[in-house]
C-alpha cells in the first residue's frame, strides 16, 4: 500500500513538471509566431438529401420484397422526371444559437453574405432556426440588423423558435415576414434590465479609498466602487428608458399589427399564448417546417466554420492531455482509497 501511495505521489509530480514545461513552449511559440485573422469557410449540408436518405432507409427496413421491388421502380421513374424538370426553389437554413454577448453574429454575417450572394430573391426562401434569451444590446442590434439584410434583399425570411426566443433574441425575430415557434417555446420579454453591485461600504468599512476621474458629468453614472449618488441612479434609469423606447419602436417597425404597450412590459409568455398576442404567426416546430418544404424546395444548412490553426489545435490537444492524466490521477488515488 505505501509502493502505491509513493507511486500516485511520483506520477503527480511528474504530470505537474510535463504541464509546466508544455505551458513554456507554448508560450515560447505563442510569442514566436505573428497572430494572423482567424479564418473561415462555408460550409454547405444538404438536408433535403439527409431527409430523403433517413425515408429510404426507413422504408427499406419495413417494407417487404415485393412492397420494396414495386417502391424501388417508382423512385428510379421519379428521379429520371425529376432530372428533366427545372431545378427545385431553394430554402437556405441558418443555426443560431445566441449567448450574452452574441459573438456568434460575427459567424452569422458571413452565412448571410453568402445566402445573398446566391439567392434568387424571386424564388429562393431563408429560414433562421433561432435559440437565445437576449444579452447585450448592440451585440443583439447587430445580429437584427444581419436578418434585416435578408429582408433587404427581397428574400422571404421565416424564424423558427423551438426553445426560446427572448429579450434580444426576439428584436431578431420580430424582422422575420413569418415567426414559427414550437408550442412551449418562450417568446417576449420585450424590456431592459441592468444590475450592478456596489462594493463602497466594504471599502469605507476596511479604510480602503476609491478615486475616479472623469471629464463630462455623466461619463460614469452607477459605479462598482464609488459612492453612487441620487442624480447618477436617476441618469441611468433615464438611459434605461431610452433603451427600451428603441427596442419597443423597432418591435413596433417591424410588426405594426401588435399592441406594443401591451407586450413591451418585460413579460415573457409560452407560444401558445404568444400567438394570441400577435407575437408569433404559426404554432410548429422547425422539425414539420422543414418537412413541409422537403416535397417542393432543396433544403441546404449553411454554415461558417472558423479553422482551427496551429496554436487552437495546440491548446486543444493541450487541454485533453490534461484532462486524460487528470483523470488517470483520480483514478489512482481511488484505487489507494478504496
Known amino acids: 500500500m505505501e509502493f502505491l501511495y509513493e507511486y500516485g505521489l511520483f506520477f503527480a509530480k511528474t504530470v505537474t513538471f510535463v504541464i509546466a514545461i508544455a505551458i ?46 414495386a417502391h424501388q421502380k417508382k423512385l428510379k421513374a421519379d428521379n429520371k422526371k425529376n432530372d428533366s424538370k427545372e431545378p427545385k426553389p431553394r430554402l437556405y437554413v ?13 459567424s452569422l454575417r458571413e452565412e448571410i453574405t453568402a445566402i445573398i450572394s446566391i439567392a434568387d430573391a424571386s424564388k429562393d426562401k431563408v429560414l433562421i432556426r433561432l435559440e437565445s434569451g437576449g444579452g447585450v444590446v448592440h451585440g443583439y442590434g447587430l445580429a437584427a440588423s444581419q436578418l434585416q439584410r435578408i429582408k433587404n434583399a427581397g428574400i422571404p425570411l421565416s424564424v423558427a423558435i423551438d426553445k426560446v426566443a427572448a ?29 450592478i453591485p456596489n462594493f463602497n461600504k466594504i471599502l469605507k468599512k476596511n479604510d480602503v479609498e476609491f478615486e475616479q476621474i472623469t471629464a463630462g458629468e455623466f461619463k460614469r453614472t452607477l ?11 436617476e441618469k441611468f434609469r433615464e438611459e434605461i428608458e431610452q433603451t427600451h423606447g428603441l427596442f419597443k419602436t423597432f418591435v413596433s417597425t ?6 406594443i ?17 400577435g407575437l408569433v ?26 479553422k482551427k490553426g496551429l496554436s487552437d489545435k495546440l491548446a486543444l490537444g493541450f487541454s485533453s492531455a490534461v484532462n486524460k492524466a487528470g483523470v488517470n490521477l483520480v483514478s489512482k488515488f481511488k484505487s489507494l482509497n478504496p
Open 24 to 69: 513554456i513552449l507554448m508560450l515560447i511559440v505563442g510569442a514566436a509566431v505573428k497572430p494572423k485573422a482567424k479564418k473561415g469557410e462555408i460550409q454547405i449540408d444538404n438536408i433535403s438529401e439527409q431527409l430523403d436518405n433517413i425515408k429510404q432507409s426507413f422504408l427499406h427496413n419495413t417494407l417487404g420484397k415485393k412492397e420494396l421491388k
Open 94 to 106: 441558418v443555426d443560431f444559437i445566441g449567448s450574452m454577448d452574441a459573438h456568434e453574429v460575427e
Open 167 to 195: 429579450s434580444g433574441g426576439y428584436m431578431m425575430a420580430c424582422v422575420a415576414d413569418e415567426i414559427i415557434a414550437a408550442p412551449f417555446a418562450i417568446v417576449g420579454s420585450i424590456g431592459v434590465i441592468a444590475q
Open 223 to 233: 459605479t462598482l466602487f464609488g459612492e453612487n449618488t441620487d442624480k447618477a441612479r
Open 254 to 259: 417591424q410588426r405594426p399589427s401588435l399592441d
Open 261 to 277: 404597450s401591451s407586450v413591451a412590459t418585460g413579460e415573457h409568455w409560452f407560444a401558445t399564448q404568444a400567438i394570441e398576442k
Open 281 to 306: 404567426d404559426v404554432i410548429k416546430t422547425s422539425d414539420d417546417a422543414l418537412l413541409e418544404q422537403q416535397d417542393e424546395r432543396q433544403i441546404y444548412k449553411i454554415k461558417y466554420k472558423i
